[in-house]
C-alpha cells in the first residue's frame, strides 16, 4: 500500500492462518499485533481442540516458503504416496495420488505447525497477545475488548484481521453491524479420533507414507502417520439414524462394548493397531461437521475475514488448511497491490469466495468418494483410464486430485475442468470391464475439443 500513515493491523487469532498471516504482513513493514484466547502453547502446550492430522500440499507448501517456514514443517512431517484402501476381507492396495515421489502430500501435526508458525510470526517483528479473547468491537471508537486471566483489555485498532476460526468472534461482531448473509450447512456426520500407538520396537505398526482409508458406503475409518510414530485414527459416521439404511450412527454406537462391535464386524483388521479402542471411544468426543458460507467477508477497509473464518469446510479434501495459507499470500498481495485497505479487502473476497466455494464443494464430493467410491469397480476403472488420458495428454487431461493438491491453479477452474472429465471418463467406461473396449479415437477428439493446455497459474 501507498497511502500514508501507519502501517498497523490487528489479527485476531494465533492459529495456523493467523500466526502465518502475521509473518508475511510483518516482513512486509506492516506494524502487527495478534491477539489469541488461548494461552501460548510454547509454555502450556497444544490446547486446539480439533486434532485431525492436517495433509500439506502445494498451496499451503507454497505459503510456507513465502515465509520461509517450509524447511522447519517439513522436517517434522511425514509423507503419504497416496491412500492405502483397506476393503474388508480383502488386501490393502495403494492408490498413487501423483505419477511418483515428486507428486505426494505431507501429513502434519496441527500443534507442531502452529509452534513453527507462531515462532516465525515473532521473528518477523509481530506481537503476539495470549490468553486475549476477543470479546467486542466498537467499530466507531476502533477499540477491541478482550478477556484473559481474569481481567478485561481494550485495545486500539485500525484494521481487523479474522483468523479466528469456524466459530469466529469478529464475524459475529462484523455481522451485528451488517449481514454478512451467513449460512452453515450441517453435514449430518461426525467424527471421533482413536490412535494406532507406535510398534514394540518404536516404529509405525503400518505403512508410513500412507494415508489409511477404511471404505465402508457411508461410513469410514481415516489414519494419517505422525512423526512420533502414531497414527490418528478418525471414525467418521452418521450422527443420528438415516432413513433406508441400517448403517451405524453415533446415536447407536456409545459405549465401549458398542465400539467393540462394531470394529469386530467392520474393521476388524485395526482392532490388534488400536490397543486403547474402548478407552479412547469413550474418552473421546464427538466432532460435527458442517460448511460455512458467507455472501461478504469484508467491512470497507474496517475489517475482513479469512480461513475457516471466512469459508470453514468438511475437511475430506485435505484443503482446509491450504486453502486458508493460500488466503494469506492473495490478501498480503492484495494489500500491497491496492492504495486503500477497503480496495485491498475488496479485490481480495472478489478473488478467493468463488474458489473457496468450490474447494467447499469438492470437499463434501470427496466424502462420497472416500467412504464408497475408493473400492468401487467402476470408479477404479476410471482411474485407471485417467492414468492413461494424463500419459496421452500431458497438460491437458490433468488428474482432478493433481489440479487441486499439486498445483496452484484456482479451486474454481480445477472444478470446472474435472466436471468436463468426469464426463469423459463416464462415458468412456460405460459398460466395460477393462481399458481394452475403449474408444480411443472417440476420447482424445473430446479431450482435444473441451480441454485447452493448462497452464499453473504459479
Known sequence: MSNAGPKSLTIIGAGLAGALLATLLARRGWQVEVFERRGDPRLQGYAGGRSINLALAERGLH???????HGAVLEQAVMMRGRMVHPLGGEPQLQRYGRDDSEVIWSVSRGELNITLINAAEAAGATLHFDRGLDS?????????CSGSGEIHTHPFTTLLGCDGAGSTLRAQMAARR?????????????????????????????????HIWPRGRYMCIALPNDERTFTVTLFMALHAESGNDDPDFDSVTTAADARALFERDFPDTLPLIPELEHDFVANPVGSLATLRLDRWHLGGDAVLLGDAAHAMVPFHGQGMNCAFEDCVALAGCME????????????EADRKPNATAIQDMALENYIEMRDLVDDPDFLLQQALERKLQARHPGRFVPHYSMVTFMRIPYALALERSNIQREILVGATRGLESLDGVDWAAVDTEIERQLAPLMDGA
Open 63 to 69: 505459503a510456507l516458503r513465502a515465509a520461509d517456514a
Open 337 to 348: 497491490e491496492h492504495d486503500s485497505l477497503e480496495a485491498a479487502f475488496a479485490a481480495f
Open 179 to 211: 449481514d454478512l448473509g451467513e449460512r452453515t450447512e450441517w453435514l449430518g456426520h461426525g467424527y471421533k479420533e482413536l490412535e494406532i500407538p507406535p510398534a514394540a520396537d518404536g516404529g509405525f505398526r503400518i505403512e508410513p507414507n500412507a494415508l
Open 137 to 145: 468491537v466498537d467499530f466507531d471508537a476502533r477499540t477491541i475488548t
